[in-house]
């Protein structure tokens, strides 16, 4: 039963996750002014709060996961608080705001220490929904690892795929038709409603469940210690220390270099499309559903024997040279856009075909790059492990 519902917690939680992302950059713009910044601070405190919860679980989850007992309670209170604060959001962001902001402070509202503390403000709201998100995915690995000491962190990996399909529909949802359906306190009400569910879910089925392999798709017992994967530098001999210290240096370039693409694609979709909440979606979207197919395809390539240190470099290059193709297209690319919008009647009802168009010009030249970032992450998984 547990494997069948690990891909189903992911995906919806992958896609509140998005919702809540996309929801938030545009419910942020209300009291910052201004949806450049909203959509950079949102980012930042989402990767940052990640990392934070991904570290934290890291280095204390297992001692706090012992005194729980039951390591599905961790994850089950990991996931029903980032429902319930969402719930609370919205009056949370309204009495900060209200004690902080610039009627309360007497600051102009365009000098930097007014800035500054606005933006302090919003990353403070977010890092209560980033922080736990981090931390769920070890959670759950250190859960499944009690039913499965061979392979708990390696079904959860394999999965990952999963979760980062849930977010690219979270953001097609949120970006094109949740917020404009029903604004913006709905959306985060029905994300919260989904994680608590999972919550609930999760800790009435495998609460006190017996430890034990977990069978593979075909029925087979779990591969046994002595025949588990090989080390991750797929070469039979381990890692040494200068070489794992090589790679967590590359992976937080990588990570700062991800970042900064994110903020840089917003902000050119949106000169591009015109809309920024829909800049934001499409940018959110083509990086996840990259993610999602460039963690496929390196799951394919590891299964096929290659190495993963090899799989690494590969990726990054790949990144690095569809950033300067972009890069030679940015002169192009406007004049592109225009020569596809022109052709289409002014006409209300041919906006969501513009967008369709657009965004999909703007998704080609973007998918490369985020395809090798997702690649890079299927490997850094594997090297964590």
């Given at each position: 039963?547990?494997?069948?519902?690990?891909?189903?917690?992911?995906?919806?939680?992958?896609?509140?996750?998005?919702?809540?992302?996309?929801?938030?950059?545009?419910?942020?713009?209300?009291?910052?002014?201004?949806?450049g910044?909203?959509q950079?601070?949102?980012?930042?405190?989402?990767?940052?709060?990640?990392?934070?919860?991904?570290?934290?679980?890291?280095?204390?989850?297992?001692?706090?996961?012992?005194?729980?007992?039951?390591?599905?309670?961790?994850?089950?209170?990991l996931?029903?608080?980032?429902?319930?604060?969402?719930?609370?959001?919205?009056?949370?962001?309204?009495?900060?705001?209200?004690?902080?902001?610039?009627?309360?402070?007497?600051?102009?509202?365009?000098?930097?220490?007014?800035?500054?503390?606005?933006?302090?403000?919003?990353?403070?709201?977010?890092?209560?929904?980033?922080?736990?998100?981090?931390?769920?995915?070890?959670?759950?690995?250190?859960?499944?690892?009690?039913?499965?000491?061979?392979?708990?962190?390696?079904i959860?990996?394999?999965?990952?795929?999963?979760?980062?399909?849930?977010?690219?529909?979270?953001?097609?949802?949120?970006?094109?038709?949740?917020?404009?359906?029903?604004?913006?306190?709905?959306?985060?009400?029905?994300?919260?409603?989904?994680?608590?569910?999972v919550?609930?879910?999760?800790?009435?089925?495998?609460?006190?469940?017996?430890?034990?392999?977990?069978?593979?798709?075909?029925?087979?017992?779990?591969?046994?210690p002595?025949?588990?994967?090989?080390?991750?530098?797929?070469?039979?001999?381990?890692?040494?220390?200068?070489?794992?210290?090589?790679?967590?240096?590359?992976?937080?370039?990588?990570?700062?270099?991800?970042?900064?693409?994110?903020?840089?694609?917003?902000?050119?979709?949106?000169?591009?499309?015109?809309?920024?909440?829909?800049?934001?979606?499409?940018?959110?979207?083509?990086?996840?559903?990259?993610?999602?197919?460039?963690?496929?395809?390196?799951?394919?390539?590891?299964?096929?024997?290659?190495?993963?240190?090899?799989?690494?470099?590969?990726?990054?290059?790949?990144?690095?040279?569809?950033?300067?193709?972009?890069?030679?297209?940015?002169?192009?690319?406007?004049?592109?856009?225009?020569?596809?919008?022109?052709?289409?009647a002014?006409l209300?009802?041919?906006?969501?075909?513009?967008?369709?168009?657009?965004?999909?010009?703007?998704a080609?030249?973007?998918a490369?790059?985020?395809?090798?970032?997702?690649?890079?992450?299927?490997?850094?998984?594997?090297?964590?492990?």
């Amino acid at each position: 039963m547990l494997e069948r519902f690990i891909p189903l917690f992911l995906l919806i939680t992958g896609m509140t996750s998005l919702v809540y992302e996309v929801v938030l950059g545009r419910y942020l713009a209300l009291y910052l002014g201004s949806s450049g910044a909203s959509q950079a601070i949102t980012l930042a405190a989402f990767l940052g709060g990640l990392s934070a919860g991904a570290l934290a679980a890291g280095r204390w989850g297992p001692r706090l996961l012992a005194r729980l007992g039951e390591p599905v309670l961790g994850y089950a209170l990991l996931e029903g608080g980032i429902g319930i604060w969402a719930l609370i959001f919205p009056t949370a962001a309204t009495a900060l705001f209200g004690l902080v902001g610039v009627d309360g402070s007497g600051q102009d509202p365009t000098t930097v220490g007014a800035i500054a503390l606005k933006l302090a403000v919003a990353a403070a709201l977010l890092l209560p929904f980033a922080a736990p998100m981090g931390a769920t995915l070890p959670v759950l690995a250190a859960c499944v690892d009690r039913r499965d000491t061979t392979r708990g962190v390696a079904i959860v990996s394999r999965f990952y795929y999963v979760n980062a399909t849930g977010g690219a529909c979270g953001a097609l949802l949120a970006g094109f038709w949740l917020i404009d359906s029903l604004g913006l306190e709905l959306p985060l009400t029905l994300a919260a409603i989904l994680n608590i569910a999972v919550a609930l879910t999760a800790y009435r089925i495998f609460r006190g469940a017996p430890s034990g392999a977990i069978p593979d798709a075909d029925g087979a017992a779990a591969t046994p210690p002595s025949a588990a994967a090989t080390p991750a530098n797929a070469t039979g001999k381990p890692a040494t220390a200068g070489g794992v210290w090589l790679f967590v240096l590359a992976a937080g370039c990588t990570g700062f270099v991800t970042l900064s693409y994110e903020i840089v694609w917003t902000r050119l979709a949106g000169l591009l499309l015109g809309a920024s909440v829909y800049a934001f979606a499409t940018m959110l979207f083509v990086v996840i559903a990259g993610i999602a197919a460039g963690s496929a395809v390196a799951t394919r390539a590891l299964a096929r024997g290659w190495a993963p240190d090899r799989l690494f470099w590969t990726s990054q290059v790949i990144a690095a040279l569809a950033a300067l193709v972009l890069v030679a297209r940015l002169g192009d690319l406007p004049v592109e856009l225009l020569l596809l919008r022109i052709r289409l009647a002014p006409l209300p009802e041919n906006y969501g075909l513009w967008l369709a168009i657009g965004g999909g010009d703007i998704a080609l030249h973007l998918a490369p790059g985020a395809l090798a970032l997702g690649e890079h992450r299927r490997e850094a998984d594997l090297h964590r492990r």
